[in-house]
């Protein structure tokens, strides 16, 4: 997937938008600069623990928004149903958008709907796309990263993946994971008014904290120390992974990010996102160590050192 | 579908935006207009003669921008692969979409790629979304339509459709129909800068021109004459649509509109139609009767008057 959109998708439309390799585009319109952003969802099982794809599809491009700095205001949604789709599933998951944009605050302000014939799709499919108002003057990015930068984690990973699984696979564990999907645009919005100077945000979704972060490292041509310690895993999702064989660095998040902020801000910036109830596990997990080699050190719980990798293989398909 | 859209989706997340029934949302910016709409495109097959599924992705959504009356800037591209699809048919896909973003003078900023597994999609879906600006002070909608209003269409009708069914039943005519696809920005841009009081913009996508005629009536409440022989049908389409049993009037265009224009802005904005290669063949094929009943009547060739219902079947599934 990662290969397929650097190597081809991404060259066909080269543009200084897409080169900037973030979850938005910042778009300049007489003057007032606006995020563009859009996702298809196609999670399978369209429900599951904690939420479904009508939230997702809200919140995931509401995120899109917020890790770009900007304030979501407005989004389109665009279904592709498969013919024999309940209509009873179709209303709640128009209700879980409903319920999801007035949570975020935002407009659903244009749609369309497709119909694609019995084994042509698979249930439900939603697109959304959104514009945010970028109302503040910092240039959050890949490309603001700088040494010395305090990495910070919004809250405990691996639930979202883990939910996935369970529903599909059936499984039970002692107490039920849900999928952490949640609207972002609160704690960023606490950080930039407590004046933190962000450099860079990116929400934890397919490929889990270490795909983000190592794609920060690369586009942003840095080094970047974890420490797995800090690294916060609730123990259900920690035993649930051990059992599926999964890496909860590896595990998709919907409600998760992490923000590079400048050396001196990391505590401020703390204690802004631990007051947002979105954002109260925050932790400090890290350090940008310098320019080059551009790679992810992960400093174990036993105090060994080891290079985090791209996921090679296809983990969660389907994630959402 | 269009019952669905009523009776559910709209509704649902109803506000000023969607109760203004247009293909695109108009919103304020720090005092700019800017228009932002979404379409999904899973037309079968997805290359077809005359283009693809990129070509129309692109030209489509630029279309429904450019039918707010906005010109059409940026645009989103989502990806829907189901496994299998072959990378060269991306390939051509997405070279379609770069060449139809070039002529329509767009930027594709923003996307994103999912893949499902085989036998759960059919070979690619798009969605684009995309924003453009307003630069001019008309009400560009069904609501500022006014009794007397000349009603002129951009050209023939029924090629888009009829170039689809052909492809799809492998049916051979004397001579090839290709699709219409076409942006529609230069034409709208004509328009404007002719001066014309512009009141309402439509292109004839699904549905074809009566449906496109039927809802502007509806939601402008107003009665509306056609004249039937005033519509142009090229001589092959129209022996197609009559061994398919099929009405052109109900075949989908991707590159055709009717604009509704103030009463004495007729024949120049029909002049400044023909000056422009998208809309060479325009000509004006009605007018508005009046404030109710709002429907529409076609005057036919024999001199009879009928009125044009909505069409209540299925005609021609993913067109587009």
Redesign the interface.
């Known amino acids: ?1 990662h290969q ?2 650097g190597r ?3 060259p ?2 080269r ?1 200084r ?2 080169d900037a390799q973030h979850d ?2 910042v ?1 300049d ?4 600069r ?1 995020a ?7 999670v399978r099982p369209a429900f599951f623990p904690g939420g479904d794809i009508g939230t997702l599809a809200v919140n995931g491009t509401v995120n899109d928004l917020a890790m770009s700095g900007a304030r979501p205001v ?1 989004l ?5 149903l498969e013919e024999g789709f309940p ?1 009873e599933s ?2 709640a998951v ?2 879980s ?2 319920a999801a ?1 007035r949570t975020a605050g935002v ?11 019995h ?4 249930g439900i ?1 939603i ?1 959304t ?1 959104g ?1 945010g ?1 970028v109302e503040h003057s910092l240039e959050i990015g890949p490309l603001s990263v700088r040494a010395g930068d305090a990495v910070l984690l919004s809250g405990d990973i691996g639930r979202h993946g883990i939910a996935i699984m369970a529903a599909r696979e059936g499984l039970g564990f002692e107490t039920e994971i849900l999928s952490d999907t949640a609207p972002l645009d609160g704690p960023v919005a606490a950080l930039l008014a407590a004046g933190v100077d962000v450099h860079c945000l990116r929400d934890l979704t397919r490929g889990g904290l270490a795909s983000a972060v190592i794609e920060i490292a690369e586009a942003a041509n840095v080094a970047i120390g974890l420490d797995e310690r800090s690294i916060p895993v609730d123990t259900v999702v920690q035993g649930a992974c051990e059992v599926l064989g999964l890496d909860p660095m590896y595990v998709a998040n919907e409600g998760r990010f992490v923000a590079f902020v400048g050396e001196r801000d990391g505590e401020r910036a703390l204690a802004a996102l631990r007051a947002h109830p979105g954002a109260a596990g925050a932790c400090r997990i890290g350090t940008v160590q310098g320019a080059r080699p551009r790679q992810v050190t992960l400093r174990t719980a036993i105090g060994a050192s080891r290079i985090v990798e791209m996921f090679s293989g296809e983990q969660l ?2 994630i959402c």
């Open positions: 997937m397929l959109l081809l998708i991404v066909a439309f543009n938008y897409l938005a585009a778009l319109v007489g003057g007032v606006i563009f952003t859009t996702d298809s969802y196609v407005w389109s949604a665009a279904f592709i209509i179709l209303r128009l209700g958008m409903q944009a407009e659903i302000v244009t749609g369309d709907t497709k119909v694609v014939d084994g042509k799709g698979d499919f697109n796309a514009i108002l398909p389907r």
